[in-house]
């Protein structure tokens, strides 16, 4: 089957890159001789670990990159916040409660979302491990459910939903090479963040292809009301996943 290589205008606009970018400039960080104060810790987006990639009225999409060896700053988290691991590592968590700190394993692809809306949790985390954490993550919001009807996508068995509460629904794919991800009909805003893969083709429900080259650590904001079906059409497995917001 041979396939369009139209990539829209939405299309260059909605995926972002800069993974390599963001990894690379983990090394030239500052050692960390500012004051790491509990009291006085930063909201998470201004702590020098975490790269504010996209911010919108929904959402902040945030890069979270920890050297071996090193740690985030003291920060302090208060909007409800979703975490993917795109390299988990072995880490030492910190708390206010806690400072001594507790070991704790950071699954690779592994996703983990947290309730902060409306609290003060402040930590502090320490990659103990021999490789970078790597993290994408989103903050909420707006302190409650916005009210969006998200999908239904049980018709198409290629999305393993993994997550359903009051803020979000989230679906994991993973595609051999060439294998096609079902048409499904997104509702709500979405983010997608790619696990790996090279080559994804989005095919719309009006017949429009979308090309786009990926590569782990790439995320995108997906508006909502739109009907399309995934292809794989590179030459490693393809692992995703979207997260509609509620």
């Not at 320490?126 to 993550?137: E, F, K, R, V």
């Not at 969006?148 to 290629?158: K, M, T």
Request: overall charge positive.
């Amino acid at each position: 089957m041979k396939w369009g290589r139209k990539l829209s205008a939405m299309g260059r606009r909605q995926f972002v890159r800069g993974c390599c970018t963001a990894l690379a400039s983990i090394w030239i960080v500052p050692a960390f001789a500012i004051d790491d104060d509990p009291a006085k810790a930063p909201l998470a987006r201004d702590e020098p670990r975490h790269h504010l990639l996209l911010q919108n009225e929904f959402v902040r999409i945030i890069r979270v990159v920890i050297p071996p060896g090193e740690a985030t700053l003291w920060h302090e988290h208060n909007f409800d916040y979703g975490v993917l691991f795109v390299n988990g590592t072995k880490l030492k968590v910190d708390d206010i409660t806690n400072p001594q700190g507790e070991p704790r394993v950071s699954v690779t692809k592994a996703f983990t979302y947290m309730t902060y809306a409306g609290k003060r949790f402040v930590h502090r985390v320490h990659n103990t491990d021999t490789t970078p954490n790597h993290q994408l993550a989103f903050e909420i919001i707006p302190p409650r459910p916005i009210g969006f009807a998200v999908s239904d996508r049980s018709a198409a068995p290629q999305y393993k939903m993994e997550v359903d509460n009051d803020r979000i629904r989230l679906w994991r794919v993973q595609l051999a090479p060439g294998q096609i991800a079902d048409l499904i009909t997104q509702k709500a805003p979405a983010i997608r963040f790619i696990l790996s893969g090279d080559r994804l083709i989005e095919t719309h429900g009006d017949g429009q292809i979308n090309e786009i080259n990926v590569r782990t650590g790439d995320f995108a904001w997906l508006r909502g009301a739109a009907s399309r079906s995934l292809t794989n059409a590179g030459s490693s497995p393809l692992e995703l996943v979207e997260i509609e917001l509620k």
